[in-house]
């Protein structure tokens, strides 16, 4: 579904990707794990458009997508859930929500979707005239994600969801990534959280200062001694 | 206190019209990051455009507004395109130091086209006076009144409800963000750009009315007042433009009345500057906090 090949990025001089080739297949959940830095985030930003590559080509249902600009790719179906949740302060719960659906003309589809979340997301309906700001941490991840969810993508991206939260939130979200999968929607996600990402993905791959270094099942990489000493803490 | 009443009456006409002129200082701020020096001579232009109009056509104050309005708005989105977009990725010194070049080219290329005397503004407005006591109201400022109120009333319509109006808010609080909706910022950008030079275009045909000369040169001061009122209120805040605008305006007219009309743009700039020292968010301004 989602195929890159040989990604360069540059940041200046400094060389953020360093030839990345990953797939994700229709249907999987794909974890991407690696410390700060290593270069997800930057990944991410390229495959929605907003960073540029310098060489290397993203495929999405087989067209070239590694030129074209966010709000394309937006459109093609991919969407993403940004690092730190970056959802719109001072607009209210319902209006974040609306934005996820921004390019969307199908008033009775949005409509649906709008439902869909709120049955996910009790909390948001509850909050829906709420100021975004206002809304604790978890709540801002779940408005994030579900934000997304309204511009109803055939792939998510998630940039490190449990960031900041505890770890019982973590493992509802994470419950929460597996349903939304169940349902159709294919998953890249990245993580810090290594245990969890590698214990939901079908496969992963490790990213260390942009280049990948492993890749495998996921639970061929939880077994792995070498991610258990290096993500694993033992 | 029926000074008072009188100067109040006057401050709030004059300072709903700074506060046309602040809404777009502000609109631009909030989402480009750009004071936009440029903005008073795009009232100043709307003035012109609006003097053109009237006199050529001999029509009224609507179809004077909307043909001036539509010209700023063309104007300012199109200032945008040539001078600024190049600049989106400059730093901000760079776009600021363009803006001041817009300003002096439009001053000057008016005071070519249109000489540097000032023009006798035609009345578009009936004449006349309401007297509640010892208060007078003119004709001309319930209609200022009437259209600003009006006009922010359709802006603050079309911010809070309509979908491009959340795009612009989107795109001020987080570019990035609102580009992974597939909003399209440059859009988003020119549209801002549009809606803010419109409401200069009204300011300027609103003031032409009401001290009924323009000049070249007119857009200076009001621009500078009007960038004042934003930062009173809270520069990139709608609601904070127009009550600094407004306040703006009172405090010029109570300084008129009872101290010297010589004193009034003092004790603005003085203003600028006890605000800037104690609180530099503006009076809506909030600081800003992160939540992690």
Redesign the interface.
């Known amino acids: 579904m989602l195929k890159i090949r040989d990604l360069n990025v540059h940041y200046g001089v400094i060389n953020a990707l360093k030839g990345v080739s990953i797939d994700v297949n229709q249907g999987e959940i794909v974890s991407l794990i690696g410390a700060n830095g290593a270069g997800k985030t930057t990944l991410l930003h390229c495959i929605s458009g907003i960073i540029k590559s310098t060489s290397g080509t993203i495929e999405f249902e087989n067209n070239d997508i590694t030129k074209k600009n966010a709000k394309d790719i937006v459109a093609a179906g991919i969407t993403q859930v940004p690092e730190g949740r970056r959802i719109f302060k001072g607009m209210s719960v319902e209006e974040n929500l609306l934005m996820g659906a921004y390019l969307r003309k199908d008033k009775e589809g949005i409509k649906k979707d709008l439902e869909s979340v709120f049955e996910r997301f009790p909390r948001l309906k509850e909050r829906l005239k709420q100021n975004a700001e206002t809304l604790s941490g978890g709540e801002q991840q779940m408005l994030a994600m579900g934000r997304a969810l309204m511009a109803n993508p055939k792939i998510l991206l998630l940039d490190e969801p449990s960031m900041g939260l505890s770890p019982l939130l973590v493992k509802e979200i994470f419950k929460i990534i597996i349903d939304i999968n169940k349902q159709g929607t294919t998953i890249l996600l990245v993580e810090q959280n290594a245990k969890m990402a590698l214990g939901i993905a079908n496969r992963a791959y490790v990213l260390e200062t942009g280049k990948i270094v492993l890749s495998g099942t996921g639970e061929e990489l939880s077994n792995s001694d070498e991610i258990k000493k290096a993500y694993l803490g033992g | 206190m029926n000074q008072f009443l009188q100067q109040l009456i006057n401050g709030i006409s004059l300072g709903s019209i700074y506060a046309l002129i602040a809404l777009g200082y502000t609109m631009v701020y909030g989402i480009i990051k750009l004071i936009n020096f440029a903005h008073g001579d795009i009232y100043m232009l709307g003035a012109y455009v609006g003097f053109i109009f009237a006199t050529k056509t001999g029509m009224g104050l609507v179809p004077t507004l909307i043909v001036s309005m539509v010209f700023c708005a063309i104007l300012g989105v199109v200032i945008e395109m040539i001078a600024y977009k190049p600049l989106r990725n400059a730093t901000r010194i760079t776009a600021l130091i363009t803006a001041i070049g817009v300003s002096y080219f439009l001053e000057a290329s008016t005071q070519k086209i249109m000489g540097t005397s000032p023009r006798a503004f035609p009345a578009l407005l009936p004449k006349g006076l309401i007297k509640l006591g010892k208060v007078t109201i003119t004709y001309q400022q319930v209609f200022i009144l009437t259209i600003t109120i009006l006009l922010m009333i359709a802006l603050q319509f079309i911010v809070t409800k309509t ?1 491009i109006g ?2 612009m ?2 795109v001020s ?2 570019t ?9 910022v440059n859009k988003t950008i020119s549209f801002t750009f549009a809606l803010g030079s419109a409401l200069a275009g009204a300011a300027g045909v609103l003031v032409g009315i009401y001290y009924s000369s323009i000049t070249p040169l007119m857009g200076l001061v009001p621009g500078v007042k009007a960038f004042i009122a934003a930062v009173f209120g809270g520069i990139g805040i709608i609601p904070g433009a127009m009550i600094g605008g407004i306040l703006i305006g009172i405090i010029e007219a109570l300084v008129s009345g009872y101290g010297s009309s010589l004193y009034k743009d003092a004790v603005v700039y003085v203003i600028l500057i006890i605000i800037l020292v104690v609180k530099p968010a503006g009076l809506l301004g909030k600081n800003i906090r992160e ?2």
């Open positions: 979908k959340r795009a808010r989107a609080t987080d990035d963000a609102a580009r992974l909706m597939g909003i399209d939540k992690v």
